[in-house]
């Protein structure tokens, strides 16, 4: 064969190789769906989307979709974070009020064709169309109706009959059940006393009279022993299921976990006898959304239509009942039919991009005085003052010729740099140890890509602010911004300053009792005489190799005021010894929410300095204890003049990782406390996190929040690397000695 021939040959075969690679991964790539759904829902949603496959099949076309099931809070932030990137998903369902904010960011498009014309509700059309264009599809309309056990109590004329029928109730059986201190479960009553969420202007609307007035009655409802305090959806659940709450408050998902439990009925929400307004619950239209690379994708748009089609609503209204939102799949059963009742008289949730930044201020405000703040108006007004530092806008556009002086200034300095060392002939001492810096190359690269890289973005990103589709260059305005507390006050609530003194009393106070139980445990299984020993390094190290969000999330239900493992300690004392100790509302006040926060922290950080502590004191020489003992020292002097100036080295750097650790320990902050009361126990990490996450998404103010952090953690380890090196004895003069 000539060589011309073999050339040819050759160029084919890597063409053929090319087009088998490229072309299959073109046509394998699946249609990504993402959704929130659990349960019932999500069977059902399976079975849709098997079934779009199979008649896709029947076709001749091999259709490959995949799917992704998201916890519903964390929902939104990973959508406008992915789509932006290319990397979300082509399909998504989600709730009708967050289009405004979605299109904002331009993660979701018209659905176009996509839409079967003539087949839903107006109202639930309505929810979906934002300036006369249909930006999602239908699926499911969701509100709060209320709960009936029929064995304990009848459907009440109005909600004061709930009130009363708490009188005539069993012992430890609550009225009514229903998260307090969500704002979407407080909507019905702030309805019913004539206030709103979110003003027509789009302004905080839980201020004045009304909201104040709606606010008292859910604290009378929780002092009055109406109403559970603290509760979220799972105790809502668990009370009206074991028949310890004659009423409940909740949507269609509650019914999925009462299937041969207790005898129930469901009915709308009754009218407010003292204001002549009925509890009108927010209207959520879920509905099924196109990303912008899913609007252009034909399967994309024709299983959106599959998804709200007859067939599929019909099949989800009957397994998962959710009342439909089309007008062709009428109610099958009783249920059914008081949701939608209900949604005649529930409020439409509002679409405006504004609604998401109502959502954290006034929960922290409902905690806030359901926790024990009488004075509802000075919460609420807070709550405002929130809202309004959120919505303020960015800073304004910095001239970017500051960064490209310094990048130019700092490019001149590599290039002096390179040219100085190449005059001191370090040339030749370069080229002979090539060889060794080849073993350093993938520690370069994993160190360059895991690290340098990240650290690089989030420094960039810092000097940008606006939203992630429109961001702007704004260089140090971000750093403005945050040092000088968004012009308030520099101690004021939620300041930098503020949020750091707490990180460093957090850090302080953690580390000092991680090391001081650690050391204490650690002396101890260390003794000679003591039995079992392993058995008992076992066990300590436990709560350290548990993951400490599993740890946080038990904590946290051991600090419930009600039905908390502490309340049940308090309440088996009282019993014993005839006392009338009062449960701890631990979350209510900074103190005891700063208190339980350290708590759990300490049960997760001791084990690990128990187990340095063991290592550094077998390197503790015995025959030094020995000469220490003959020479009449006591047991405390032979440990703080012999064991304790050996193991300090040791010890050092494992204190040196536990700051650092403690100072970042997002997960018990966020878990345990939530950072309540008023985000007052949130430190920098979890304050950073809400500024990227749930205050209108700033990356770059969150991104200059972790540049700062990086800096202080940065300038505090080379405080304790000299600290280290002075308390142990071995700086740098003593070295060289």
């Given amino acids: 064969m000539s060589h011309g021939s073999r050339f040819w040959l050759r160029t084919l075969w890597v063409a053929a190789l090319f087009l088998l690679w490229v072309h299959p991964a073109a046509a394998a790539e699946p249609v990504t769906v993402w959704h929130a759904y659990r349960g019932d829902e999500e069977a059902a949603l399976q079975r849709a989307l098997a079934q779009f496959r199979d008649a896709a099949r029947s076709r001749g076309e091999d259709v490959k979709i995949s799917t992704l099931a998201i916890p519903y809070d964390a929902f939104a932030s990973k959508i406008s974070a992915a789509v932006p990137l290319g990397d979300g998903p082509d399909v998504f369902i989600d709730s009708h009020e967050r289009l405004g904010d979605y299109r904002k960011r331009e993660v979701v498009a018209p659905v176009g064709d996509a839409l079967e014309a003539g087949s839903f509700l107006p109202a639930a059309l309505e929810a979906v169309t934002l300036d006369a264009e249909v930006y999602a599809v239908p699926l499911n309309l969701k509100s709060l109706a209320l709960y009936v056990n029929t064995d304990l109590v009848a459907v009440p004329e109005n909600f004061e009959a709930i009130v009363a029928a708490a009188e005539r109730l069993p012992s430890g059986v609550y009225a009514l059940a229903y998260e307090a201190m969500n704002p979407y479960a407080h909507a019905p009553l702030l309805h019913a006393f004539g206030g709103t969420m979110l003003g027509e202007d789009d302004s905080f609307g839980m201020v004045g009279p009304q909201a104040e007035a709606s606010v008292a009655f859910a604290l009378s409802l929780v002092e009055s022993g109406v109403v559970p305090s603290d509760a979220d959806g799972a105790l809502v659940t668990n009370l009206f299921r074991s028949g310890k709450a004659a009423y409940a408050m909740s949507g269609p998902w509650l019914a999925s976990d009462l299937e041969g439990g207790v005898s129930y009925r469901v009915v709308p929400l009754p009218p407010l006898a003292q204001t002549g307004r009925p509890l009108a619950p927010f209207l959520t239209v879920e509905a099924v959304m196109l990303s912008p690379k899913g609007a252009a994708s034909s399967v994309a748009r024709d299983l959106v239509r599959h998804l709200a089609g007859k067939d599929a609503a019909s099949d989800r209204q009957r397994s998962a009942r959710v009342p439909s939102a089309r007008v062709d799949v009428p109610s099958t059963d009783a249920l059914l039919t008081a949701f939608t009742t209900q949604a005649d008289t529930a409020v439409p949730m509002p679409t405006s991009a504004a609604m998401r930044s109502t959502w954290e201020p006034a929960r922290q405000a409902l ?107 704004v260089g140090l305005g971000n750093f403005v911004e945050i040092l000088t507390a968004r012009g308030g006050e520099l101690l004021g609530s939620g300041s930098f300053y503020l949020v750091l003194l707490v990180t460093l009393l957090w850090t302080v106070v953690n580390v000092v009792f991680h090391l001081g139980i650690g050391l204490a445990v650690g002396l101890l299984l260390s003794r000679p005489v003591l039995r079992m020993k392993a058995v008992y390094r076992v066990l300590l190290i436990v709560p350290w190799a548990v993951p400490n969000y599993v740890t946080a999330l038990a904590w946290k239900g051991m600090f419930h005021r009600q039905f908390g493992a502490v309340t049940g300690v308090i309440n088996a004392t009282n019993d014993v010894l005839g006392t009338s100790l009062e449960p701890i509302s631990w979350f209510a006040q900074f103190s005891t929410a700063f208190t339980a926060n350290v708590a759990t922290n300490v049960w997760l950080g001791f084990p690990f300095m128990m187990v340095v502590t063991i290592g550094a004191l077998t390197s503790v020489p015995k025959d030094v204890l020995e000469a220490a003992e003959v020479d009449g020292a006591s047991r405390w002097q032979r440990l703080t003049q012999v064991t304790l100036p050996i193991i300090r080295p040791t010890l050092m750097p494992a204190v040196t990782l536990g700051a650092i650790w403690t100072f970042n320990m997002f997960n018990v902050v966020f878990l345990v406390s939530g950072g309540d009361p008023d985000s007052s126990t949130d430190i920098l990490v979890s304050d950073a996190y809400r500024w990227a996450f749930t205050r209108e998404a700033q990356y770059g103010y969150a991104a200059a929040y972790a540049v700062l952090i990086f800096l202080l953690l940065f300038f505090g380890t080379k405080i304790l690397d000299r600290w280290k090196a002075r308390w142990s004895g071995s700086g740098r003069g003593e070295a060289s000695e």
């Fill in 367 to 473: 905690r806030k005085i359901l926790r024990g703040q009488k004075d509802p108006e000075p919460a609420l007004l807070e709550a405002q003052r929130r809202f309004r530092d959120v919505r303020r806008p960015p800073p304004p556009p910095a001239s970017p010729w500051p960064a490209f002086v310094l990048a130019a200034l700092s490019l001149i300095g590599a290039l002096v740099w390179v040219t100085r060392a190449r005059r001191a002939n370090q040339g030749p001492t370069f080229r002979e140890s090539v060889h060794a810096y080849r073993y350093l190359v993938h520690a370069i690269v994993a160190v360059g890509v895991l690290v340098i890289l990240p650290l690089s973005v989030g420094a960039g990103t810092s000097l940008f602010a606006g939203p992630s589709t429109d961001m702007h260059y």
